[in-house]
């Protein structure tokens, strides 16, 4: 037998030879028409791919919108502002998601992803041989890239559509590199009802980032695309799980993750991060994104999330620390609640750390929710008269450019000021006057009267301006609308305003503007040209480097106070004993630490205010009602007060209080002074008090001239002159001027005898009365300079009013002088004078003392 020959024709070849010429050229027609059969379908889908265009969200590198994450200055989230179409999404560059997320997504979506060209044509040949015998899409086998793909572009999904999205998954495969494609996969596809991205998936449902999840979270996520409602966790675990589960099977199975690593995975359970606990500080974070805190307090004015945030920033980096906030938040509902039998329906709290002038805590009302109370409105930047809270300003302004110290006597006592609606007259809260009280009394127990005389003689001008200066910016109006009544609080601020301003005293005068944003991370859109700077680099570049505000902050520290005056000011308010009269021991104020502290409340207890500071934090409180009822005589120690106290024991946690610093001793002494008249006290004084006062102003005290020593004979109380030593008695007695003569004899103070007693010798110097002393003075105590009267012509009976002087000591009679014409009067120097239509003039003369300004006042 031959060998067969290893080089001859096989038996195909042989088969062939025995065909004759006419069958062999019908076999190579068929061959070449099954090759362009083969080969036209790509051909086509290849020149579709040329003329389909990449999808703007690809072409242009600031075209990814993601939600915005508001943290606290911890890093605590408070709330995400989705992006414009709803949805949670947070950008993750891909060098930044880690590899289990990769592994378990090419495991449940696309094991082939590296070697394809953006379609597998072994899942494109099942899907065509299906809708052939089927007439119907029966299975996709899409690709990462055509997924990617149907996302941009959405198609139904039909043959044609299939073929579109077939053909734009080539053209991003001839675009962009795969790392590129799985990163814009993993940021663009939906993970979850709501949810676009892995990375918003991962924190909504894991509450950690990608990178940390582990591989059992990992594939649990990976299973989410094929169907983001059905496999929902928050709808029940069990089809996610055994999803999960199949996902792990095929990671396996492609050697993406070894046995043990699968075993451990598959017996873990899906264990979902707890629900958030809803919006934080919505107050605040409204107020941030509508630039109502002024410029530096939120957002750039200019450049990433200007506008808005809304897909320009991917976080905000708020001041507040969550802790303070939410304990402060439960503090002002337990307020509400405890006075609502008194007519109180919301309140507001706004915490500053005055350093820096951050907002640690901003509460615009008790609940956001509460319809009925209006709880949507923010207490914080409401326009609310603060009461007495103004106070140490006009206090202070008066130290400043009038020489008052802490030991000023100031006049509380009845008068009245002329504004442009007519005669003003205030009255203290607890209805008396106390007559001659030094600044540091006026101010710690609130009396009224003084405040307002001390705004009179600096004029509502120079208080208005440097209100403003102080931040109260909403003092707008002329200052003659709100007159001398500004210092009790005649005007509209706002309480972080007014937080701002006590802020500003807290630091020796230096202000600053309040400050709610610390620091925030542009939207960087990574570039997917193939040329451009990588997504991973562009994306860290954003989320690594926050821009942070200091930028477009003002230059800190702009003095508006005197440094030593401000000290004195703070001192006055941290001065427990001082307030004792008016509000007794273990008020709201009294806390375990030092804290400089005002009460404020407006006309007709529509308003309460309570504002202080540690050396480290200023708290402001509001309450009341947002609809501007009146509350039930609450008033800004009983109301706002122990809530004051609450929050700041509140922010005593997260900033441990100390003791304010000693005052400089260069621009301050401690001095000893007569209590009654704030001088250098003589030996006549009964009681001293050690007062702060500048060097300057120590050094100036004058001997105390309000106290003095005289001779009355004790058989009758009179004066003694030439009395035998053996009838005569000395007393310390009160001497007063003509401001505060008629409060002194009314209220029983120790005042020296008018009369001589006739048992002894004429006084020296005096034939009958004794003298009024050296630069005793009167004054018209009523009508004030430049009065309007109107006559009502409804009115038959006698229309009058009652002229008044102020007389010192030792003055027995006195002369109105009425326009020209002379009117002695005695004690208690008034005169009831009918209105005559006109212009008048008055003055008052006395003998042995100095005349009265003459004074203008006009009758219509």
């Known amino acids: 037998m031959r060998a067969r020959s290893l080089e001859g024709p096989g038996r ?3 088969w062939l030879a025995r065909l004759g010429p006419r069958a062999r050229r019908i076999l190579r027609r068929a061959a070449q028409i099954a090759v362009a059969l083969a080969v036209a379908p790509w051909l086509l889908l290849a020149a579709l791919a040329a003329l389909t265009p990449l999808p703007p969200e690809l072409r242009s590198p600031e075209d990814h919108a993601v939600s915005t994450v508001l943290l606290d200055r911890h890093g605590t989230v408070l709330r995400e502002l989705r992006a414009g179409d709803g949805a949670r999404a947070r950008w993750l560059p891909l060098s930044e998601a880690g590899d289990r997320i990769q592994r378990a997504l090419l495991a449940a979506e696309d094991k082939r992803f590296a070697r394809h060209p953006g379609v597998d044509p072994i899942a494109i040949a099942r899907a065509v041989g299906q809708l052939a015998a089927e007439r119907r ?13 149907r996302t941009l572009v959405p198609r139904p999904r039909t043959a044609r559509g299939k073929l579109g999205e077939a053909a734009l998954a080539l053209r991003i495969e001839a675009s962009l590199s795969k790392r590129e494609i799985l990163e814009q996969y993993l940021n663009r596809v939906a993970f979850g009802p709501g949810l676009r991205g892995v990375e918003a998936a991962s924190r909504f449902y894991f509450d950690k980032p990608t990178r940390d999840l582990s591989l059992a979270e990992a594939a649990a996520l990976a299973s989410m695309p094929r169907g983001p409602a059905l496999y929902d966790p928050r709808r029940g675990t069990g089809p996610l799980e055994r999803r999960r589960n199949r996902v792990l099977d095929r ?6 993750a070894g046995e043990a690593e699968v075993a451990r995975a598959r017996a873990e359970p899906i264990a979902l991060a707890p629900k958030g606990g809803g919006l934080g500080a919505p107050h605040l974070v409204r107020a941030v994104l509508g630039g109502a805190l002024g410029p530096g307090a939120g957002l750039p004015a200019e450049g990433p999330g200007a506008a808005s945030p809304r897909g320009r920033a991917t976080s905000i980096t708020l001041t507040i620390d969550r802790g303070l906030q939410r304990e402060i938040e439960v503090l002002a509902q337990q307020t509400v609640r405890g006075l609502s039998d008194r007519d109180v329906g919301a309140a507001a709290v706004v915490v500053i750390e005055n350093a820096t002038g951050e907002i640690l805590a901003y509460v615009g009302s008790h609940d956001i929710d509460d319809a009925a109370g209006l709880g949507h409105n923010d207490g914080v930047l409401a326009l609310r008269q603060p009461g007495s809270a103004l106070k140490p300003f006009v206090y202070e302004l008066a130290m400043e450019q009038l020489g008052f110290t802490a030991a000023t006597v100031l006049p509380d006592v009845e008068l009245s ?6 005669n003003y007259a205030p009255r203290n809260y607890d209805g008396r006057f106390h007559g001659p009280v030094r600044l540091r009394d006026a101010l710690a127990n609130s009396y009224n009267v003084p ?3 001390a705004a009179a003689a600096l004029g509502p001008e120079r208080v208005i301006a440097r209100l403003r200066e102080l931040g109260l910016r909403s003092l707008d109006r002329e200052p003659s609308r709100y007159g001398v009544a500004i210092a009790l609080g005649d005007g509209e601020v706002r309480l972080v305003d007014l937080a701002n301003a006590y802020a500003t005293l807290a630091r020796g005068g230096l202000y600053l503007p309040v400050r709610a944003v610390r620091s925030f991370a542009p939207s960087s859109p990574p570039s997917t040209s193939p040329r451009a700077a990588s997504p991973a680099s562009s994306a860290r570049r954003g989320q690594d480097e926050p821009a942070e505000l200091s930028a477009v902050l003002p230059e800190r520290g702009a003095r508006v106070l005197d ?8 001192d006055i308010l941290a001065d427990d004993r001082a307030r004792l009269a008016s509000f007794g021991e273990g008020n709201a104020l009294d806390l375990p630490f030092p804290v400089a502290a005002k009460t404020g409340t407006s006309k007709g207890f529509r308003d309460n205010i309570a504002v202080g500071f540690t050396p480290d934090v200023t708290v402001a409180v509001w309450v009341g009602n947002f609809d501007g009822s009146p509350m039930g005589g609450v008033s800004g120690i009983t109301g706002a007060g122990p809530l004051f106290r609450d929050a700041m024991l509140a922010a005593a946690r997260v900033r441990p209080p100390r003791p304010f610093d000693p005052p400089d001793p260069e621009q301050l002494a401690e001095v000893e002074v007569c209590a009654l008249s704030g001088m250098r006290p003589t030996a006549a004084c009964p009681h001293r008090r050690r007062e702060l006062l500048p060097r300057g102003d120590a050094a100036a005290l004058s001997p105390c001239d309000m106290h003095e020593t005289v001779r009355i004979d004790r058989r009758n109380g009179l004066r003694a002159g ?4 053996a009838a005569v008695e000395e007393r310390v007695v009160e001497r007063y001027d003509a401001e505060l003569t ?10 020296a005898p008018d009369a001589a007693s006739p048992l002894c010798g004429a006084l020296p110097g005096a034939p009958g009365a004794p003298p009024a002393g050296a630069g005793a003075r009167v004054r018209v105590a009523y009508p004030p300079d430049g009065a309007r009267f109107v006559l009502d012509p409804s009115i038959n009976s006698l229309q009058a009013i009652r002229l008044r002087a102020d007389v010192p000591p030792g003055v027995p009679r006195v002369r109105f002088v009425l326009d020209g014409r002379p009117i002695e009067v005695g004690p208690p120097f008034a005169l009831d004078w009918p209105l005559v239509a006109g212009a008048h003039r008055l003055r008052v003369d006395a003998d042995g003392a100095a005349a009265s300004e003459e004074i203008a006042f006009s009758v219509e």
């Open 137 to 149: 899409v029966v299975s996709g086998g899409s690709t990462i890239t055509q997924q990617l793909a």
């Open 563 to 570: 440094a030593a005056r401000a000290r004195v000011i703070v």
């Open 742 to 751: 008629a409060w002194a004899r009314a209220a029983g103070r120790p005042l």
């Open 12 to 14: 195909a070849g042989r």
């Open 451 to 453: 405040a307002v005389w």
């Open 251 to 256: 990671m396996l199975a492609a050697g993406l």
């Open 722 to 725: 030439a009395c035998p030593d």
């Open 417 to 422: 000021f002329p504004t442009a609606d007519g």
